[in-house]
């Protein structure tokens, strides 16, 4: 039987995600396992290794089963030669050759890209972008990425740098990003983003506000607190999520006007806000986007959730090694 199953990893700095997966995206696995990043992140890919090879025995697989196995990964990552630098956050200060040691591990081919680019393959394969070829994918958590698909496959750009949606400015000399940018979308919606815009407006708000008092006691704040205080009426919060969603809808006008996908998705942690965050992101989004943008691409959530990194990973190896190629 010709093989007909396929390996999705989504590589994060606290845990690692893994499937098994059936081709047309139904997933017969999953699990995950703590991502060890002592002695500069060298246990990551054998723990990798070790896991996958033991959980297809005990889960009866055998390796003729699979097609291949596709990561998403943070860091940057030479698609070519299978290696990831810059990836901090796994203590990954120099390249890393995963490829090599993952195939020569486990005996499949394999095929790597950035987490964000795998997550967006992900909901454009069988999430809230299933049914269009051109989707842009928006992940907002403790940072802001992004995937860019055009015609069903990822657009890396010249140096891989394709899809840096967090780094999209949307306020002239605002906040400094880490990037050494300033005013960078990332500062402004992300989870520490939509912090930082909330003591800067508590710090000049007179009315009554229950994120204010927080503010004032010096009580620990996080976009979900705000979410959640902006939909129980308060005055404050409410205007920390409008200032928020005008800077992420200016962005997603702007990236509307360029790509004019089908769907532009929002997900991450703090796309849980739901329609507290997508109303006013899409009231936004209409204002700045070109107006047969706005009468084509929608603005949705992501569907997926946490199976969107390997569902991608899935994906990235469904197309490099799949029965097309």
């Given at each position: 039987m010709a093989a007909n199953k396929l390996i999705g990893i989504d590589l994060g700095g606290t845990t690692t995600k893994m499937a098994f997966l059936t081709t047309d995206g139904q997933i017969l696995d999953k699990w995950q396992i703590d991502t060890d990043i002592s002695e500069n992140g060298s246990h990551i890919v054998p723990n990798i290794i070790k896991s996958i090879n033991e959980t297809m025995d005990n889960a009866n697989h055998v390796k003729s089963d699979f097609i291949g196995i596709g990561m998403g990964t943070p860091g940057t990552v030479n698609r070519e030669k299978g290696t990831v630098t810059g990836a901090y956050n796994l203590n990954w200060t120099t390249p890393q050759p995963i490829k090599e040691q993952i195939e020569k591990g486990i005996g499949l081919p394999f095929v790597a890209d950035n987490d964000a680019n795998a997550a967006s393959l992900g909901e454009s394969w069988r999430g809230a972008g299933s049914k269009e070829s051109d989707v842009v994918f928006v992940t907002l958590g403790t940072g802001v990425g992004g995937g860019v698909i055009v015609d069903g496959e990822l657009v890396h750009g010249i140096n891989g740098a394709a899809g840096e949606i967090g780094h999209i400015t949307v306020v002239q000399n605002g906040y400094l990003c880490t990037c050494g940018k300033r005013g960078c979308l990332e500062q402004y919606a992300s989870a520490t983003g939509i912090v930082h815009v909330a003591k800067?407006?508590?710090?000049?708000?007179?009315?009554?506000?229950?994120?204010?008092?927080?503010?004032?006691?010096?009580?620990?704040?996080?976009?979900?607190?705000?979410?959640?205080?902006?939909?129980?009426?308060?005055?404050?919060?409410?205007?920390?999520?409008d200032r928020v969603c005008s800077y992420l809808g200016l962005?997603?006008?702007?990236?509307?006007?360029?790509?004019?996908?089908?769907?532009?998705?929002?997900?991450?942690?703090?796309?849980?806000?739901?329609?507290?965050?997508?109303?006013?992101?899409?009231?936004?989004?209409?204002?700045n986007a070109f107006k047969p943008v706005r009468d084509s691409t929608r603005i949705r959530l992501a569907q997926l959730g946490n199976d969107a990194g390997v569902m991608g990973a899935a994906e990235l190896a469904e197309k490099a090694f799949g029965s097309n190629k």
């Open positions: 800067d407006l508590a710090a000049t708000f007179t009315g009554t506000s229950r994120l204010k008092e927080l503010e004032d006691a010096r009580e620990e704040i996080t976009s979900k607190i705000i979410f959640y205080l902006a939909d129980n009426g308060d005055i404050l919060a409410n205007q920390v999520v962005a997603l006008g702007n990236i509307g006007n360029i790509f004019n996908p089908g769907s532009i998705v929002i997900g991450g942690g703090v796309s849980n806000a739901g329609n507290t965050l997508l109303q006013p992101t899409t009231r936004y989004f209409q204002e």
